[in-house]
């Protein structure tokens, strides 16, 4: 996921006091917290390894999926709100009132506007039908899994379940700064894994609100083979080390490992509607030898057939697509949290109002 902070356009490569009792039961509390939080470098061989942050009790079964929850409460703040304070609720998410769609109420049935703050329910695109729309009144156990202690290479955060929260319609994922066991950051992560995946043409839309803070990573929606193949696409990436001048990034993979390439394109907030920390609307299309992206209907990227020209070895072969929802922490890419990175329950927090996904008629 590497990309260049400011270039349009690019194709980068990657690259024993205690009785023995006690210390029986630390030892066999150890290797089981290893064992959860194996991530898949352990058995792909890949050195890259893979941002699916899955976690397995058994090393042997690799597809095993991670916990899902019912859907839980809001998130309580481990210190007051920001200087905005709670939300209409009470409840710390970040999200007050005036941030929500129409101003609260009824905003899930808002109209067709395409204005970034604002929720929409337009009428299907044509040529296209909804396969299934999230409005997050609750997470779906049929639909998503939630990753507990689990983890994913080039980023610092452990995810654990208690940062992913579903309230008042809206999706939260949590940054803290928390240590647990190794870890001394935690964080959230939601995927529809061998649950809920896309055919190979497809349109998907999310709307979200990320955390602008130096060290976090939102990533509101990506995507990667259902089959668990080469190939991932990322609708989105914001990096907190672009709070100067932040931008979206858009990017297709190669496979995992060495030799590894991408094709990412990147779009300064600056020109697209709103500010880079309000609501927008990502969108994407799959069809037949092609993939574009919009940032709130404004076009961002288009991948084609030949450009790039690995295009059709990973992204023309009928794969089926699952999605993926991520707020990492810090990594080589990204760069690391300081001292001016704020961990409130207003600011360390990426909402999502919904996710909506068609198919063609």
């Not at 996921?1 to 980068?12: C, D």
């Not at 039908?129 to 689990?150: M, Q, S």
């Not at 647990?180 to 939601?190: A, D």
Request: charged share 25%; no cysteine; proline share 7%.
């Amino acid at each position: 996921m590497r990309q260049h902070p400011t270039g349009q356009k690019m194709t980068r490569r990657a690259r024993l006091t205690a009785g023995g009792a006690v210390l029986a039961v630390a030892v066999v509390a150890g290797l089981l917290a290893a064992a959860q939080l194996r991530d898949e470098t352990a058995w792909t061989g890949s050195d890259r390894g893979s941002q699916d942050g899955r976690q397995s009790a058994d090393p042997a079964e690799p597809d095993a999926s991670g916990e899902v929850v019912d859907a839980p409460g809001a998130i309580a703040p481990s210190e007051p709100p920001g200087p905005g304070g709670p939300s209409a609720k009470g409840d710390g998410t970040g999200v007050d009132k005036g941030d929500r769609p129409n101003g609260g109420a009824g905003a899930k049935d808002g109209d067709a506007t395409t204005e970034p703050g604002t929720s929409r329910r337009a009428a299907d695109p044509a040529g296209w039908r909804t396969l299934w729309r999230d409005d997050f009144t609750g997470l779906d156990r049929t639909r998503w899994n939630v990753r507990h202690y689990g983890q994913a290479p080039n980023q610092a955060a452990l995810f654990m379940r208690e940062n992913v929260k579903v309230d008042d319609g809206f999706l939260h994922l949590r940054a803290k700064k928390q240590v647990v066991q190794r870890w001394n950051y935690t964080s959230g992560y939601i995927d529809s894994n061998g649950k809920a995946a896309l055919p190979d043409e497809f349109r998907v839309e999310v709307r979200a609100k990320v955390p602008m803070e130096r060290g976090l990573w939102p990533g509101p929606l990506w995507l990667r083979p259902d089959d668990r193949s080469a190939g991932e696409i990322d609708l989105v990436e914001i990096f907190g080390r672009e709070l100067d001048d932040p931008a979206t990034h858009h990017t297709i993979h190669t496979a995992y490992g060495p030799g590894r390439e991408q094709e990412v394109h990147v779009k300064k907030f600056s020109a697209l509607p709103g500010t880079a920390d309000g609501w927008h609307t990502y969108s994407m299309e799959k069809t037949p030898g092609s993939i574009k992206m919009w940032v709130d209907d404004v076009p961002v990227a288009t991948f084609t057939s030949g450009d790039p020209s690995w295009f059709d070895t990973y992204y023309e072969v009928g794969k089926r697509w699952n999605l993926r929802v991520t707020l990492n922490v810090g990594g080589e890419w990204n760069g690391m949290p300081d001292h001016t990175t704020d961990w409130s329950a207003s600011e360390s927090v990426m909402h999502l109002d919904y996710i909506h996904t068609w198919v063609r008629d």
